[in-house]
RNA sequence: GCCGAAGUGGCGGAAUUGGUAGACGCGCUGGAUUCAAAAUCCAGUGGUAGCAAUACCGUGUGGGUUCGAUUCCCACCUUCGGUACCA
């Protein structure tokens, strides 16, 4: 007899929501937190890979349940985003009713695959009632600084009194650049004054960063509408555009978020990517006092041992000193090379690695050995890693090498062992020579004693560098959070009360982004305020309300408080999170700061969010092509695979019907164009071409699971997915096969119902 | 270039404190059922030789450790993912 799969299925799925038979609450049993990363609800709904990950966490929380432990199993949706923008943009449908259109969509097809989610425990990032408490933990970034010496964020006031007693002396702050200034100096700033030495040490806080800019568009650009240097849609040039924005000062955090990983059950990639992501080196500061001007050029490093081997300096073409350094006799030679250096956008810089660089005329002087130093500019010293300028050292790295040939500029050696041409900086095996009071130590020792010589000279010190960037929190968009800022007459920010959170968004007739201007400027009874002030127009980022989420599920109702005491003590972290690996360095690091802000306000008692991590592997679908050459130009077409037969033909009637309902086969002539062959009774088809790629919608190539579940049930599809292949590969859907499962479903039943 | 992961039948893939390689499924072959088909059921299915019992070969390649290696070690090749002038 065959199992009546729907039948049982929807019996059961009703009889779960009845009773509630997984909402749960905090008791004495010990918890288990089983986590999906909540999708974002696209209007294309679910295909059959999303629900891998929600799958296997729910066997999880399934299997963890019968061992007697209290699951917290949520899910919801993170429902502010780009596309929804653009969608309203395009059809004049408002995103907030796309959206609530899209999580109905969405929460069907979950209830279908009968899941044993808490669904009381649903939340949405685009709720009032839930990105209240994100504006809230803006407010708390925006209200604190990092205390180095408690090594964690403090009140901004403690600072405030800091500078009060000490002025800028040895503030045990990390800002973003060194401040100058005495107790006296300080009591006699005024508000905006002050302002601006606060904003240097705020988690949150302003400063000009950089956009993509698109002319052509007239807009903003997120990164991910910029593919290799063009806009995505259309191709055009996109250019870095100065705006004033706010920021993220995650790199306060870099050296926690380094040594946290190590307590992770993470799959190795994912740790390797997230350190590499930190990128912490270890090594030395090292000033260079200059020649004929005053002050000096301060360098990173991580191999202060080769100190001996700089024989010259270079500076990216962007440094601050590059003006003072700059002699009146090759003032034009260092402009022209500036000029260049701006001009090269990002995908001539990556694909055109040439040598380039231009003489300063100046010089530094060695700080052990004293020797002038010429120094150079070039671009491949980047302005924002390290401190902007380099010591060379040719004899001992590549690209030094290159420049030094390329200048015809001494290469001494100093580490006898390091093969001359193309060592590798990284490679810390030689001993030294020529060099003084290091020659004969090996690279290691050398590395120790030339940081100690130089700590006791005062001309350098030991040093961590860190590739990590602060995130920039800004964006020109209107479906984000509004930030809880307004602005005086004098510009001067200042914070919503906590009481009045939320700030809602106010609801727009209609959505434009105009001379790279953010809707929200065009609300104007929204952003003039009464008392004179205007509101912020940007909103935050997609990361934003996606940081702590997982927190809110412990407590979602909480109207208070964004969660009690009690269930963050009960609930603690997550034990198992479920999510793919496209989140590796985003959403996967900002989570892990927000909460390590929030451990540090004593608001959570773990110091990290996600003890255990699955990264599922996507389901690829096999999409169908049709390859043209129209004119000498190759090009090819997705063709919806339910067109096609099963030998991937495509027939001449259902050509003819698709070039009539889709614009994309528009422009084709069917007679001259087309590669037809006949098949034994002479009918016209086209071959097409079977490809795996990731399954879109514009690849029409999706599969629904609400089709697969009507036709071989939920427990056919739920056991199909997992029997696919391991759950991290990437791997093709294949509908085929889906028929063993089912055929061994039916055999389970009938052992009992014959 | 650097970092990470992985290479097993026609296909998806099992098996690791080192112990019968190929579980389970797809596909294929033969059979049962049927007027016929679909569906279902039974049997077979790594390669080579043989009527057969059986023998030999076999987990990317080449070495090594071991009574014994898909599993451990060394070198290499290939594929995938991340990242890239990071000092």
Sequence with gaps: MRYPARRIEKKWQQRWQKEKTYEVSISDRPKYYVLDMFPYPSGAGLHVGHPLGYIASDIISRHKRMQGYNVLHPMGYDSFGLPAEQYAIQRGIHPQRATEENIEKFRGQLENIGLSYDWSRELKTSDPRYYQWTQKIFLLLYGHFYDTDADGARP????????????????????GEELDFTALEWRNMDRKEREEVLMNYRLAYRKISYVNWCEALGTVLANDEVVNGVSERGGHPVIQKPMLQWSLRITAYAERLAAGLQELDWSDALIAQQKNWIGRSEGATIRFDLQDVSGSIEVFTTRPDTLYGCSFMVL??????????????????????????????????????????????????????????????????????????????????????????HFDLPIPQVVDQSEYPGASPQDKVGKMIHSEF????????????????????????????????????????????????????????????????????PKLEKIQQKEGKSPLSFADDWVQMENGHRREVDTMPGFAGSSWYFLRYMDPHNEGEMFSRDAVDYWRDVDCYVGGTEHAVGHLMYARFWHKFLYDLGKVPTKEPFRKLINQGMIQGRSLLLDITQRNQQRSIHVPIDRADEKDRLFKSDFLELQAEDRRFEGIDAERDLPWQFDEEQRAFLPLRADIEKMSKSKHNVVNPDDVIE?????????FEMFLGPIEDHKPWDTQSITGIVKFLHRCYDLYFT
């Design 156 to 175: 901004i006031d403690q600072l405030e009194s800091y500078f009060d007693k000490n002025g800028s002396e040895g503030v045990p702050a990390i800002g």
């Design 316 to 405: 990216a073409p962007e440094h601050d000193a590059v003006g003072k350094l700059t002699t009146s006799s090759q003032e034009k030679e260092v402009q022209q090379y500036i000029d260049y250096a701006s001009s090269r956008s990002e995908i001539e810089r990556m694909s055109d690695k040439k040598v380039s660089g231009a003489f300063t005329g100046g010089y530094a002087t060695h700080p052990l050995s004293n020797k002038p130093l010429p120094i150079y500019i070039s671009e491949y010293v980047l302005k924002d890693y390290g401190t902007g300028a380099i010591m060379a050292v040719p004899a001992h790295d590549e690209r030094d090498q290159a420049f030094a040939r």
């Design 438 to 505: 290091l020659n004969g130590m090996s690279v290691e020792k050398a590395i120790e004693a030339a940081i100690v010589a130089l700590e006791k000279e005062k001309n350098g010190r030991r040093t961590i560098n860190y590739k990590l960037r602060d995130a920039n929190f800004s964006r020109q968009r209107y479906w984000g959070e509004p930030f809880p800022i307004t602005y005086d007459t004098e510009g001067v920010p200042h914070t919503v009360p906590f009481e009045e959170l939320p700030v809602r968004l």
């Design 711 to 719: 036709e071989f049930g939920a427990d056919g599809f739920r056991m």
